[in-house]
């Protein structure tokens, strides 16, 4: 009873006055969103489409003929005869091995990269040695050449290793390191204090055991958001796969939606059944940036990238 609230003293809570600068900023945010989300519902729009309707209304903001049967085609629910019946082309898409070779392969570039490029980041931040900066600068300067630099001589040596055509021969060029990944873990490496690396050190652990014991625990944020944007780029990768693997055995789901794409049938192209897979192969990787949207965008700021 001795509380006292704002309505029995008879004080209101002030209001925010109106001001068009804020309104216009929320204006503007929205129409933002809007613009972004535009595209993935105008996938969903046309996967849940017949092509026949698409054909007829294409201009038609709504699901034309609304119909599930373009995600029963990409993931081979379908015999070939209704798949041509539904404007497919009856080839079909071996979608759950497609699915399968982009999980692995992004799952052992992930796994391996995040290692040994935590190990790499840990000797440029804490281990002391000649040339270590100049070294450093060297290694970081990689972050400046194109991608599409490296393509002919990693396909030249991949080549010569026998492994084009295999899913080790998509993963083996990035499965190590990358200079992104090495400056990313040592910017927090070296936020780390460095007593308590040196409270180890009297306990009688090594260099070895207190990069696994210490600062392997400690790194676990940044580590996690390293692993979600090394898998969703990987996931995503599509010129180099699409260079290497010739066969159902190492294609991976990104090379397949061309496939798919290219299996063009005679009434035409298979826009309902392309925007299913689409979706499909796009959904995981958003919802794992949904889960960790919040922790990556702290991580980065955690380490003072800007």
């Keep these: 009873m001795a509380a006292v609230t704002a309505t029995n003293t008879g004080i209101r809570p002030e209001r925010r006055r109106f001001s068009f600068g804020r309104a216009a900023a929320w204006t503007g ?27 007829a209304d294409p201009t038609n903001p709504l699901p034309v003929d609304l119909t599930t049967s373009g995600f029963e085609r990409a993931l081979g629910l379908q015999s070939a005869e209704e798949a041509v019946a539904q404007g497919g082309a009856g080839g079909g898409l071996d979608f759950w091995r497609y699915l399968l070779n982009s999980v692995g392969v992004s799952t052992v570039i992930t796994a391996c990269q995040i290692f040994f490029s935590a190990m790499a980041a840990y000797a440029f931040a ?13 290694f970081l300067a990689g972050l400046m050449v194109p991608t599409i630099f490296t393509l002919l001589p990693n ?3 991949i080549k010569e290793l026998q492994l084009v ?10 499965m190590f390191m990358t200079p992104f990944a090495v400056f990313f873990l040592r910017q927090f490496f070296m936020n780390i204090p460095r007593e308590v690396e040196e409270a180890a050190l009297l306990d009688g652990a090594g260099k070895i055991k207190i990069f696994f014991r ?40 990104t090379v397949a939606l061309a496939v798919f794409r290219a299996q063009t049938p005679a009434t035409g192209v298979d826009w309902s059944g392309l925007m299913a897979a689409t979706l499909i192969a796009a959904l995981p990787m958003l919802v794992l940036f949904a889960c960790f949207a919040r922790r990556i965008v702290s991580s980065i700021g955690f380490t003072g990238i800007k």
Aim: aromatic share 12%; proline share 5%.
């Design 165 to 174: 055509d295999t899913l080790l021969g998509i993963a083996l060029p990035t």
């Design 155 to 157: 396909f030249v040596l």
């Design 126 to 138: 804490r281990l002391r040695w000649r040339g270590r900066d100049k070294v450093f600068a060297l």
């Design 214 to 253: 210490v600062v392997l625990p400690m790194a676990s944020t940044p580590i996690i958001t390293l692993s979600v944007l090394t898998y969703i780029t990987s996931w995503n990768d599509y010129f180099w796969p699409l260079m290497v693997s010739y066969s159902d055995s190492s294609r991976v789901l």
């Design 29 to 55: 945010m929205v129409l933002i969103v809007l613009i972004t989300m535009l595209p993935f519902y105008w996938i969903l729009r046309t996967a849940l489409s017949t092509n026949a309707g698409l054909g």
